[in-house]
């Protein structure tokens, strides 16, 4: 009997990439392949993983409800990088393989960056003049995939590219041509733009504060394309009462935002959804390496990318 790898996406892969998935699984009868996409309700989605050997999703919640309610599933790739959404401490009781597609969305993601920040530096384009990103600072806060990218891009626009990264040596940085920051507080004070990388985790949720925060350049920006949790949100609008030449621009909608756009409107900007992955090219790229991750767990054993412990 051929196994089923189920896709489950509320905010499903473009259509290109979909194709693509299903290219890869027609070449392999042993494998066959199911779509949930743009459910609304839990319960869709637990009844659709109930028989499914293999799962693919995207942001979408893998609870221990969820990886419970399936019965078969072995492996749950999580097509793109952040891994919060999964529950990996029931999927190692279970034993249950969890993955991530590392890097596979991460140009898409720091080109939204630079979008966001020359909507900001551009006043979002009302018609009064802005100013360049050329000779300005970058800091990256975190050095994986993401931040590499922002990088490469920061120095086409000519920028000066810093980053801070505790868990990444110094000299892959300067290999880059980056220069290695050791503490957040002196990133935050020398660089014109911040861009968040952080993972979504106990460590990272609250920890850009008020007290971090406050340490920025006159007239600096933090752009959030990581994750919303990280941020301190009465921090953040303590920011924008206290620092009247603070600017935010976030992939991630905060609770607090309409308080925020209220009063500091052309000062902030956020995407109607979250978009930072949401090109073609990443669903593509992300959706084709979940979908061959399953393939070769289930026929090599290869566990490359596991992210959770093993029971
Ligand atoms: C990631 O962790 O890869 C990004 O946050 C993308 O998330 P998405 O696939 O839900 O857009």
């Given at each position: 009997m051929s196994k089923v790898i189920l896709v489950a996406t509320?905010?499903?892969?473009?259509k290109a990439a979909v194709d693509r998935m299903k290219e890869v699984v027609a070449k392999n009868p042993d494998f066959e392949l199911k779509l949930l996409e743009?459910?609304?309700?839990k319960q869709e989605f637990l009844d659709a993983v109930k028989d499914v050997d293999g799962l693919i999703i995207r942001s979408d919640k893998a609870t221990r409800e969820v990886l419970e309610a399936a019965?078969?599933?072995?492996v749950v790739v999580?097509?793109?990088?952040?891994?919060?959404?999964?529950?990996c401490e029931a999927a190692t009781e279970k034993g249950i393989c969890v993955m991530n597609t590392p890097g596979q969305n991460s140009n898409a993601v720091s080109e939204l960056v630079f979008g966001m920040m020359l909507n900001l530096v551009r006043h979002q384009y009302v018609g009064k003049p802005g100013t360049e990103l050329r000779g300005k600072s970058i800091g990256i806060h975190a050095y994986g995939n993401a931040g590499k990218c922002v990088a490469r891009l920061g120095k086409g626009f000519g920028m000066d590219v810093y980053a801070h990264d505790?868990?990444?040596?110094?000299s892959i940085m300067e290999n880059d041509g980056v220069k290695p920051v050791d503490s957040r507080e002196e990133l935050y004070a020398i660089c014109d733009f911040i861009s968040l990388h952080i993972p979504g985790n106990d460590e990272t949720?609250?920890?850009?504060?008020f007290e971090l925060l406050s340490?920025?350049?006159?007239?600096a920006a933090l752009i959030n394309t990581?994750?919303?949790?990280?941020?301190?949100e009465e921090g953040l609008k303590k920011m924008f009462s206290e620092r009247p030449d603070f600017c935010y621009g976030s992939d991630l909608t905060p609770d607090c935002k309409d308080e925020i756009c209220t009063t500091c409107g052309d000062r902030s900007f956020f995407t109607?959804?979250?978009?930072?992955?949401?090109?073609a090219e990443a669903n593509i790229n992300a959706g084709v390496a979940a979908v061959t991750q399953i393939i070769n767990f289930f026929e090599?054993?290869?566990?490359?990318?596991?992210v959770n412990k093993k029971a």
């Open positions: 509320e905010k499903p892969f473009a743009n459910y609304t309700d019965d078969n599933l072995k999580r097509g793109g990088a952040g891994y919060d959404n999964i529950d505790p868990y990444v040596d110094r949720v609250n920890s850009i504060n340490k920025m350049k006159e007239g990581a994750r919303k949790e990280v941020i301190d109607a959804k979250k978009m930072g992955a949401q090109t090599k054993g290869d566990e490359t990318f596991r």
